[in-house]
């Protein structure tokens, strides 16, 4: 029996040359939730790692993780809360708003306008402040969709889930650095580029975990993932928002 994570022939739970479990196999829901409750309570010495292979061959890096080869990597759900949280941390520093903010602000003028209310409800007002945590909830629909667009591929959903969390982290990069580029030169072009950068990101991601079959293809395919998301966000803000203002009223 060989190593998943550095080729060598084991005998034994551990790895004698990298360390790893010998039982990695693939992504369940309680690998996932033991791999979240490690990395809350440690530090992982991967994270700079992992940032690092994720700029460089960010598809392949994420498909190596899916195959078992995790012991240099930080884990994918911390990963996407750690960069997020930092990222909502210098929006808050540097006085700009997240691009959950601009969302959440546009999302609540087309409520005012169908419903002519000039109350912001109290769930997008949740989200706009626990950017961390909102990414991390609409992770799942994200990955419904991306499952949903390239669902005659072989990765199940929560691979999915996996593939998501690293991208929405890496992403999390991408805005930082903007955010931090807008609060010391004025421009709209801040505004809509990063949002740019990270669509351009999941493309990449996405052309190199499906390198099989057609490249158009895709990008299509990318290009309908953030379409269904934008659809299901929708829809599930909605009935937060009137589930919440059931339970208010």
Known sequence: MNCKNCGEVINGQYCSHCGQNTTVGKITMSSL????????????????????ELFTRPGKTILE?????????????????????????????????????DL?????????????????????????????????????????????AFRS????????????????????????????????????VFEWLPIVAAFIYAIWVFWQIFEEGSRFSNVLRTIWTYILYLFLSTVLLLAIMGITEVVGG
């Open 153 to 188: 591929k072989e990765q199940n959903y929560l691979e999915h889930l996996v593939i998501n969390a690293y991208t929405a982290g890496q992403q999390a990069i991408f805005y930082t650095l903007f955010c931090l580029l807008q609060s010391k030169i004025k421009s709209e």
């Open 33 to 52: 939730a033991n791999e979240f409750s490690e990395s809350v309570l440690q530090v992982n010495k991967g994270f700079f790692f992992t940032v690092k």
């Open 104 to 148: 959440i602000s546009g999302f609540s003028m087309g409520v005012y306008e169908s419903t002519k209310s000039k109350e912001i409800p109290v769930a997008l007002i949740w989200f706009s402040k626990n950017f961390a945590y909102t990414t991390l909830l609409l992770l799942p629909v994200f990955s419904l969709a991306s499952y949903l």
């Open 65 to 101: 993780y899916l195959k078992g080869k995790r012991k240099n990597h930080f884990k994918p759900i911390t990963y996407a809360l750690t960069l997020s949280t930092i990222y909502f941390l210098v929006s808050q520093a540097s006085g700009q708003n997240t691009w959950m903010d």
